[in-house]
């Protein structure tokens, strides 16, 4: 069948949607400056070493059994660390958590997606949507943003009307641009989705990822402030970026418990180990210690974004992307390939993702930022 590629001594029957197919993921190379994956550049502290270390070594004493299949106790300390951070507070049971966002993505498709359903998100964005779009079988499209990478609301309700996804994922602050989602935007999906009736009167699920959110400019809401009047709303975030626990791999999301119900059903069992549950639950002991990171990378991000805006390239300013996040989206160049490779060869690693001729540099240390001023004046020939 067409499902087996061919020309192969061994043909598997692999699904043909996968057939030409490669795995997702940034080059990891070894470089001094490491600026391509939104990465926290600041490694947990002594003092957050040290309580992993205590209660890792608590966990591995009952390593033998399971672990809590349900996670109850990390998702009452989210749920803590939530109402601290956004003033809304959750029941546990509105709390889910997996291991990363990705994971947390993948089980809302699994639960909302599947043959026959459509996702929408609006584009760019994160590539890694489409992804788990085709490997739940569900439906990809992307609608559109604007040239500042704005949602236009009037347009993304009448392609909401269009598609009639089961599934809608906006990004905010969105990967890779930066851009966070205006109240008024989110308001006008939400009015959206309540017009369809996907089926038994069921409407679309519309999930905000959070990603980035502790990221987010003074007076920038979240929307989990609207959980409590939208059923059907989910907010996802993860410990990956403000808390600087990428390599934990912890994602998790707030909803209503009826949404958090339908996502507990397709998890696998025993998803979450022991050893990550304590990590996480050791590092929100600490959370007001890592929140207070974050104040200084925002600060971080405004005066990259600033200097970029002051920079002219080939006669005329760069474009620099509003961002809410601990990354900046900067363009544009003829030969961006030729900028990223420059820059490696400085020791500074970034990211060629976006529209044509941007590239993404995350937020790294003040010493960081420094070697990646310098490199691109240098590599990009700029001048103020
Ligand atoms: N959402 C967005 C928008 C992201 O950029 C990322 C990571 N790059 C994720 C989700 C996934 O993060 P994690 O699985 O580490 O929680």
New binding site residues.
């Given amino acids: 069948t067409d499902s087996v590629p061919s020309g192969q001594e061994h043909p598997l029957p692999l699904r043909p949607e996968l057939a030409d197919e490669v795995p997702y993921g940034a080059p990891q190379l070894d470089v001094p400056v490491l600026l391509n ?2 990465e926290n550049p600041y490694p947990p502290s002594d003092a957050v070493v040290a309580t992993i270390t205590r209660r890792v070594a608590e966990a591995s004493r009952g390593l033998n059994r399971y672990p809590d299949r349900e996670a109850l106790g990390l998702r009452a300390d989210l749920a803590e660390y939530l109402a601290v951070e956004s003033g809304v507070r959750l029941a546990p049971e509105q709390v889910w958590a997996a291991n ?4 947390i ?1 993948v089980q809302v498709l699994q639960a909302f997606g599947g043959p026959g359903r459509t996702a929408l998100s609006f584009a760019p964005t ?1 590539s ?1 949507y489409p992804e788990y779009a085709r490997d739940t079988s569900t439906a990809w499209v992307a609608g559109r943003r604007e040239d500042d990478f704005a949602i236009d609301p009037v347009e993304a309700a009448a392609t909401i009307a269009e598609v009639r996804p089961s599934v809608v994922l906006l ?1 905010s602050p ?2 890779p641009t930066g851009t966070a989602l205006p109240p008024e935007t989110l308001d006008a999906v939400l009015a959206a989705v309540d017009t369809i009736d996907l089926g038994g009167g069921a409407r679309p699920v519309v999930v905000v ?1 959070e ?2 959110g502790e990221f987010r400019r003074v007076g920038v809401p979240s929307a989990l402030e609207l959980l409590d009047r939208h059923p059907n709303l989910a907010v996802s975030r ?1 410990m ?1 970026k403000a808390f600087g626990l ?1 390599g934990a ?1 912890l ?1 998790y999301l707030a909803a209503s418990t009826a949404l958090v119900d339908a996502l507990r059903v397709v998890r696998l069992p025993y998803h979450l180990s022991a050893v990550t549950q304590a990590t996480a639950r050791a590092a929100l002991e600490h959370s007001d210690e890592l929140m207070a990171q974050v104040g200084s990378l925002r600060a971080e991000r405004d005066a990259t974004a600033a200097w970029l805006r002051a920079q002219r390239h080939e006669g005329r300013a760069l474009d620099v992307a509003e961002s809410d996040a601990n990354f900046v989206l900067f363009g544009t160049f003829a030969d961006r390939h030729a900028v990223w490779q420059g820059l490696l060869d400085c020791g500074v690693l970034v990211r060629e993702v976006g529209p044509d001729g941007w590239m993404r540099v995350s937020i790294g240390t003040p010493q960081e930022m420094q070697a990646f001023r310098t490199a691109l004046t240098e590599v990009a020939d700029l001048d103020e």
Avoid at 100 to 103: A, H, I, K, T
């Fill in positions: 994956v939104n990363g966002s990705n994971e993505m994160y890694m990004a969105n990967n990822d990603a980035y993860t990956s990428a791999r994602g």
